[in-house]
């Protein structure tokens, strides 16, 4: 069955570094999310990625986050500057069109020393 | 704009008994409805989703869920539940067809246990 993948698995930066979150989504899908679950809270919405561009990012995706999807392929989340608050679990989820449900992929810890 | 009420953050049963997990939801358009396990150290599982048509859904391992609109409820069941159901379980909606895109909206989540 297809997967979407993420990578690491798991990355430990110190506060004010750069971090990349790679991501393979499925490749016949269209749509790509971010989301984000800090330790023992609830899953909460970045950002979407539809046509080449963002579709809607919530609150939380501020001037510190970027996507890019920039060989076709693969979907990045990069955070600029990291702050001790952004340690959280970081996933990744494609699907092919609006009707369909959300494939996730394992998530990155990200943990920010 | 949605939201996802999870009554319950920890749930408990014994091995074979009914497994009856709460969502209730708020939606100002027709909403999707998603449930997803997530076992620890592990990424979302989607288990079931409402979209439209049969309001009782069945997903996998054994779940099954009802979407009743007049109660704005998709509650999470399961006849008889085993030890690796042990996990947290999400609820979630998207409402389809809002500008503001179809992202999902998560509920707290409730941690099943189930007992020998």
């Known amino acids: 069955e297809p997967e979407v993948t993420q990578t690491p698995s798991h990355q430990v930066t110190q506060m004010g570094q750069e971090v990349i979150l790679r991501c393979v989504p499925i490749s016949n899908h269209l749509y790509f999310y971010w989301y984000r679950q800090i330790l023992g809270q609830k899953v909460e919405f970045l950002v979407s990625?539809?046509?080449?561009?963002?579709?809607?990012k919530s609150e939380i995706f501020d001037d510190q986050f970027s996507v890019e999807r920039p060989d076709g392929s693969n979907f990045t989340l990069k955070i600029r500057s990291t702050k001790l608050e952004d340690s959280a679990m970081y996933f990744c989820?494609?699907?092919?069109?609006?009707?369909?449900?959300?494939?996730f992929g394992s998530g990155t810890r990200l943990t920010v020393v | 704009a949605q939201s996802v009420t999870q009554l319950g953050s920890h749930v408990s049963v014994s091995e074979g008994a009914l497994v009856l997990l709460r969502c209730n939801y708020s939606?100002?358009?027709?909403?999707?409805l998603f449930w997803y396990v997530q076992y620890p150290n592990q990424g979302l599982q989607l288990l079931l989703k409402y979209t439209t048509g049969a309001t009782l859904v069945k997903g996998i391992n054994g779940f099954e869920a009802e979407f009743k609109k007049s109660e704005t409820s998709f509650h999470l069941t399961k006849p008889s539940a085993h030890m690796s159901d042990a996990a947290e379980y999400f609820c979630?909606?998207?409402?389809?067809?809002?500008?503001?895109?179809?992202?999902?909206?998560f509920g707290e989540g409730t941690q099943l246990t189930v007992n020998p």
């Open positions: 939606s100002s358009v027709p909403p999707y």
């Open positions: 990625f539809y046509n080449n561009e963002i579709s809607e």
């Open positions: 989820a494609s699907k092919p069109d609006q009707s369909y449900g959300y494939t």
């Open positions: 979630a909606v998207s409402a389809l067809g809002e500008t503001s895109g179809s992202r999902l909206t």
